[in-house]
């Protein structure tokens, strides 16, 4: 959550994203969706002491996938105290057409998620906690807050959770049961969770310094996986 972009209310789109060329460069795609994180964690960072950020477009790729046309952004954003690299974060997003009117969005095919894992952790997704994550990152796309425009401008049932809360909710429940420093992970969000209902992450034994775990709705739908890496 260190350096999070912020973005004037006069420089926002209707959908309560930045407009193009303001903080993302321009896509020809409006509705934009967290997919994955890579992290490398080499040090860490020491307060009272000047950071640097430096944020650097490092692809956009158009593809056609089972739901149709879609562009996928990747960024990085390399943070830097006195001289030294201490994090990387590269992430992507992908952009996808809007809905029409009255239609709902193509959606995901869901997948069963595992049930061998060797423990799990349950979190209720609060509209209290979705709003508090939103706010604390200067997230203000509609779909995490707006009932109404979430069903009608972009087609989906409910109010999206909040994809990077997700992530930070495995990371989370990742350093109860893993042992050592994180020095990384790597995620990937593959199906959308809803406001008021819950997030159930669920984990390998760590082995070697490795941990996997995924995430699962009520439902028992995989929504997203996770491997991380600890040094003893």
């Not at 002491?49 to 879609?70: M, N, W, Y």
């Not at 909710?169 to 994180?182: C, E, F, I, R, S």
Request: proline letters at 6%; hydrophobic letters at 35%.
């Amino acid at each position: 959550m260190i350096g999070t972009e912020t973005v004037q209310q006069s420089e926002l789109r209707n959908d309560g994203h930045a407009k193009s060329g303001l903080v993302l460069p321009p896509i020809p795609m409006p509705r934009r969706m967290g997919a994955g994180r890579r992290v490398t964690i080499m040090g860490r960072l020491r307060t009272g002491e000047p950071a640097l950020k430096k944020a650097e477009v490092v692809d956009i790729v158009p593809k056609t996938g089972r739901s149709g046309d879609i562009f996928v952004l990747t960024m990085r954003n390399t943070y830097e105290q006195a001289g030294k690299t201490l994090v990387i974060d590269t992430f992507d997003a992908i952009y996808r057409p809007a809905v029409p009117p009255g239609q709902k969005t193509t959606a995901t095919v869901p997948t069963k998620a595992r049930t061998d894992h060797a423990w799990s952790e349950t979190t209720p997704l609060l509209n209290t906690l979705n709003f508090r994550y939103g706010a604390l990152t200067w997230n203000a796309h509609r779909i995490h807050y707006d009932g109404d425009y979430t069903r009608s401008e972009e087609g989906y049932p409910a109010i999206v959770s909040n994809g990077g809360l997700s992530m930070h909710l495995m990371v989370d429940a990742a350093l109860k049961h893993g042992t050592g420093t994180l020095t990384g992970y790597t995620a990937r969000l593959v199906h959308p969770l809803w406001v008021g209902e819950l997030i159930e992450v669920r984990g390998e034994t760590q082995a070697d310094g490795k941990l996997r775990i995924w995430a699962a709705d009520k439902n028992g739908t995989l929504c997203g996986e996770m491997d991380l890496e600890f040094k003893s």
